[in-house]
C-alpha cells in the first residue's frame, strides 16, 4: 500500500483544510495509506523516507531551512512530491531550494477571477489521456517556470490588467524530476469548487498517482 502524507496551512483564502480533503479522500479510494496533518513540523518530526508522496498546501507561510533540506533530502531519494495552485506553487516565497523542487513560481493571477480555456497540448501521457481541453472560471495563473518541465497542459494568457502578455502561452500543469523525485503541479484549483470541474479533479488525481 502507497503511503501519502498530506500537510496543509497558510492563507485560507485558497480553503487549503477543504482541497487536502478532497484529494485526501481520492487517495484512499485509490487504495493509498494518507495521513493529513495541519502542521510543517512533520517534515522533521519523522522519517519522511516512509511516505511514497508528500503533498503539501501552504499558500505563502513560511518553511524553515530544516523543513526545506528535510523534504528536498527526502524528494531526491525517491519520495513524490505533488501539489496545486498556491498551496504549492506560491508557498515559501522566501526559498528557493523550495521552488526548484516545484520547478515554478507564481507572479500573477491576471484580471483575478475570470473564464478561460485550458488547453490539453499531451494527450499521450497517463495523466492526460483521454480529456479534452475544458473551460474554467478561475484564476489564470501567470507564473515563472524552469525549461525543464515536461509540460502537459497550457493556456494562453488574455487580459486586460497587463495586455503585453496577451498571447503568451503559459504552462499549466507539469510533472519533472528532482533527481530521483517525481514532482508532479498543477497551477488550477484557486479553491475546493474548482475541482468540481472533472478535468481539473482528474489531472490532479492522477498527477498525484504518477508523484
Known sequence: MKKVLMTWGGWDGHEPEQSTGIFAGLMRADGCEVTVTDTLECLTDRDLTQYDLIVPCWTMSEISSDQCEALATAVKS???FGGW???AG????QSTPYQFIVGGQWVAHLDNVKDYTVEIIDHDDPITAGLNDFAMHSEQYYMHVDPSNEVLVTTTIECEEAPWANGCVMPVVWKRYCDKGRVFYSSLGHVASDFDVPEAREIQRRG???A
Open 78 to 80: 525517491g519520495v513524490g
Open 85 to 87: 495552485h498556491g498551496g
Open 90 to 93: 506560491d508557498a515559501f516565497r
Open 208 to 210: 498525484l498517482l504518477w
